[in-house]
């Protein structure tokens, strides 16, 4: 099991696509069941309505009309039970309303758009998958290295995440492609941060959620200890928080309080 | 150049290819205009390539990520199976493909076949030895112990005729497709649930059977059986067919990696199955008009058996493949 995928395009050029985890798929599926269930629902009150409606009307017409809209809506709950998914990831490309909401598509393994046959395929067994609340998937997608379940092995698709990693998003959900390059802090220089440094800061403080605590303790000091004490503001508390606080004061500087668009091209492991 | 030269020079480029990619929304090219769409594959290319440069300046991450992101958008446009208009696509299925697939797979068949066959002699036999037997063959929700001896197939009928046609025929036939779909699904465990779908009806049906000849019965039971069932078990086999299709090609791949035969293996099965979907339909159609219907017993089970041989003739006749030797049909072939 891995995040990404790398796919060989005829260019030559090995694209990169991001692997929907277990977590998301697992979310937009409840959201599809939701939906489901809101489909059934609404049959529900259709035939119930129609029930109540109908006693007004001669008996043996209402008699036959009911009995041929009950058949139609067996046939619709028929329709929903397995057409669903199929209907809508072969209309939508590879995604349901659930898929939507989560930003991931399905897709051919090699890349391309998915196959209506392929479509069908992982539909079909999707009721094996979902045996045990999703379980049988769920073991799948945990021991294929693409996150697959046994509908999407035997269809040959994978579901891939379309949402941009976006550590900026933070400051600039707007931002354009290729903003991100102008330099992100115009007032760097009264601070007396060394440009590389800002980045390295920059590029710890954008993606700090990502570390787990111990490392944030291990990497924090190294980073900013050696700036401090160049400017003499050394704290007496070394904490996680006090430092980070320190940081976070610093890039303000650097930005001219005002949140520009952050950038980096180290990361932080790297220096680590 | 310099990584800042270069995201200067290209960043038109991008928006461009990237506005054209937005506009075509949920992959559906047939949003963009013809200019568009010779330009989307004019730029895809050069941004394929410029996601490979931007790697080698290694520039900033995130402008790498969404460089990336746009190219694999494009690419997904560009790159696609031909679809074809879904009306001529399944009448052209219909009308050879589907016939040569299952001639193709024969195989399967046979041996779907010889599981029920076995099993349904098993639970006859076994059933007519010792009337008891009939209770570990079938669920217990079909109470086999009222059916007694005073019962006749008017009786039967005549239960059906309660429900009402319309849902009735509905209900059949949304069961007997799950039933099809799940026999075809469940080939997934190498092949043991299809088994174990075909082995639990054909032992249902060989205990009914037997249940009824005990008391004398086994005309009126064929009679109300027959219309519909031979068609119904013939499609159910069929579907089983896909499933050993498909849980074979995963248990025995051969020369192939294990996943590219399951691949190939699930392509011929679904289309296996989902042929089997007209064929319900006529069974069930006859299951809840003409089974139930007031018409005599063997007027009814000779049409059964005609619908029946028709699909049979239909699946071994229609669609011939084209001779190796000889010239080429104007059909053509794969």
Redesign the interface.
């Known amino acids: 099991m891995q995040d990404f995928d790398i796919i060989e395009t005829p260019e030559n050029v090995g694209l990169q696509r991001r692997l929907a985890g277990i977590g998301s798929r697992f979310l937009a599926g409840l959201l599809d069941s939701l939906i489901i269930a809101l489909m059934y629902l609404i049959l529900f009150v259709i035939l119930l309505s129609l029930g109540l409606l109908s006693t007004g009307l001669d008996a043996n017409l209402a008699d036959t009309a009911g009995m041929v809209l009950f058949a139609v809506l067996i046939l619709v709950a028929f329709l929903i039970y397995w057409g669903y998914f199929v209907l809508f990831e072969a209309w939508l490309n590879g995604q349901t309303p659930g898929k939507r909401c989560l930003k991931i598509r399905v897709v051919q393994q090699e890349g391309a758009a998915v196959a209506l046959d392929a479509i069908v395929v992982r539909n079909l067994l999707r009721v094996v998958d979902m045996q045990g609340g999703y379980a049988v998937a769920g073991v799948s997608m945990f021991v294929t290295r693409k996150i697959q379940r046994l509908g999407d092995l035997a269809a040959g698709t994978v579901v891939i995440s379309e949402e941009i990693q976006d550590y900026a998003a933070q400051y600039d959900k707007k931002q354009k492609l290729y903003d991100s390059v102008a330099p992100a802090a115009p007032h760097l220089a009264s601070t007396g941060i060394k440009p590389e440094e800002y980045r390295l800061l920059q590029n710890y403080w954008l993606r700090r959620h990502e570390l787990d605590l111990d490392a944030r303790k291990r990497l924090l000091p190294n980073l900013i200890g050696p700036i401090l004490e160049r400017m003499g503001t050394v704290p007496e508390n070394q904490s996680l928080a006090t430092l980070e606080k320190h940081l976070d004061e610093l890039m303000r500087q650097a930005r001219g309080t005002d949140s520009t668009v952050p950038s980096g091209e180290t990361t932080t492991e790297e220096q680590a | 150049m310099t ?2 030269r270069f ?1 200067e020079s290209r ?1 038109t480029t ?2 461009r290819l ?1 506005a054209i990619v937005t506009k075509a929304t ?3 090219l047939g949003n963009l205009t013809e200019d568009e769409l010779r330009e989307l594959t004019r730029l895809y ?1 050069t941004v ?2 410029d ?2 440069r931007a790697r080698m300046y ?6 790498q ?9 494009a ?3 560009l ?3 031909k ?1 074809k208009p879904l009306l001529p696509a399944v009448w052209g299925f219909f009308r050879r493909d589907y016939p040569r697939l299952f001639r193709r797979l024969w195989p399967y068949m046979a041996l779907a076949t010889a599981i029920f066959a076995v099993s349904l002699m098993g639970a006859y036999v076994a059933t007519r030895l010792a009337p008891a037997n009939a209770y570990v063959f079938v669920p217990h929700g079909l109470d086999v112990g009222d059916s007694g001896p005073e019962v006749t197939s008017e009786d039967v009928s005549e239960r059906f005729r309660q429900i ?4 009735m ?3 059949i ?2 069961n007997n ?2 039933v099809a ?2 026999a ?3 080939g ?2 190498a092949g043991v ?1 299809t088994c174990y779908v075909v082995l639990a009806n054909a032992m249902m049906l060989g205990a009914f059977a037997a249940h009824f000849a005990n008391h004398g019965l086994s005309y009126p039971f064929w009679s109300f059986i027959a219309p519909h069932g031979v068609l119904e078990i013939f499609a159910i086999l069929v579907a089983a067919a896909a499933g050993l299709r ?1 849980g074979l090609s995963l248990a025995i791949p051969g020369s192939l990696t294990r ?1 590219a035969s ?2 190939s ?3 011929d099965a ?2 296996l ?2 042929g089997t979907v007209p064929m319900f339909i006529i069974a069930g159609l006859i299951e809840g008009f003409i089974t139930p219907a007031y018409i005599p017993g063997i007027i009814k089970i000779i049409l059964g058996i005609t619908v029946a041989a028709l699909v049979i003739t239909y699946l071994l006749v229609v669609g011939a493949e084209p001779k190796v030797s000889g010239q080429p049909t104007a059909g053509g072939s794969t």
């Open positions: 990584p800042a995201l960043r991008w928006d990237e949920q992959g559906k290319p394929a390539v996601v490979a290694k520039i900033d991450p995130l402008i990520q969404r460089l990336n992101q746009l190219a694999i958008a690419h997904g446009l790159y696609r199976r679809s009402p046609k319309p849902p025929a509905a209900g036939i949304s497709i799950s779909l799940h075809f699904a469940l997934i465990t649930g498909l996943s399951l691949r293996g699930a392509r679904v289309l199955v989902l």
